[in-house]
C-alpha cells in the first residue's frame, strides 16, 4: 500500500460543502490513469474481510436501530450514489447517529478517496471511535485498489 499517501482533498471537491466544525474528514490519493467511475468501482470491491467486517457491524448496530442496509436506487458497491459530477462520485447516507460521504475525486493523474463524517449525538461519536482503526485500513485498502495496475 506504498502507493497511497494520506493527503488534503482538493478545495474543489462537492465533499466540501458537507463539512461543518468537529466533522471528521480523511483523506487519501494515488497515482492512476482511471477514470472516475473506474477508480470508484476499484475502491468499492472490497476484499472479503472488509466484507465480513460489515456484515458483523450489521449484526452488532442492528438492535440500536441504525441501518444495516441501504435505500434502493443507483450504487457502487454497497453505498448510494449521493451526486455525481464528470470527475467526482460522492456516495453515502444520513443515518440517525451519524451521515457519512465518500467522494472519489480524479484530479489529472491523482485519485482522491476522501471519507467525510458528521456525528448527530453520542451514538455518533462512540461508532466512529470504535470503528476508526478499520475505517483506515479499508480506505487504503481501497486507494491501494485504484492504484493496482491492470492485471488483464
Not at 110 to 127: E, F, K, P, S
Request: aromatic share 10%; charged share 20%.
Amino acid at each position: 500500500m506504498s502507493h497511497t499517501k494520506k493527503t488534503q482533498l482538493p478545495q474543489h471537491s462537492l465533499l466540501h460543502d458537507y463539512v461543518q466544525q468537529g466533522d471528521f474528514m480523511d483523506c487519501y490519493a494515488c497515482a492512476t490513469d482511471l477514470s472516475v467511475d473506474q477508480a470508484a468501482a476499484r475502491a468499492m470491491e472490497f476484499p472479503g474481510w472488509a466484507k465480513g467486517l460489515l456484515r458483523l457491524r450489521n449484526i452488532l448496530v442492528a438492535p440500536l436501530g441504525l441501518r444495516s442496509e441501504f435505500p434502493e436506487g443507483e450504487k457502487i458497491g454497497p453505498f448510494p450514489i449521493d451526486q455525481r459530477t464528470e470527475n467526482e462520485i460522492i456516495l453515502g447516507l444520513d443515518d440517525s447517529h451519524l451521515n457519512f460521504r465518500i467522494s472519489i475525486l480524479k484530479d489529472g493523474t491523482q485519485a482522491y478517496c476522501a471519507t467525510w463524517v458528521h456525528r448527530n449525538n453520542w451514538l455518533g461519536r462512540a461508532y466512529l471511535a470504535l470503528i476508526m482503526p478499520f475505517h483506515v485500513l479499508i480506505v487504503r485498502n481501497a486507494v491501494s485498489q485504484i492504484w493496482r495496475p491492470d492485471t488483464k
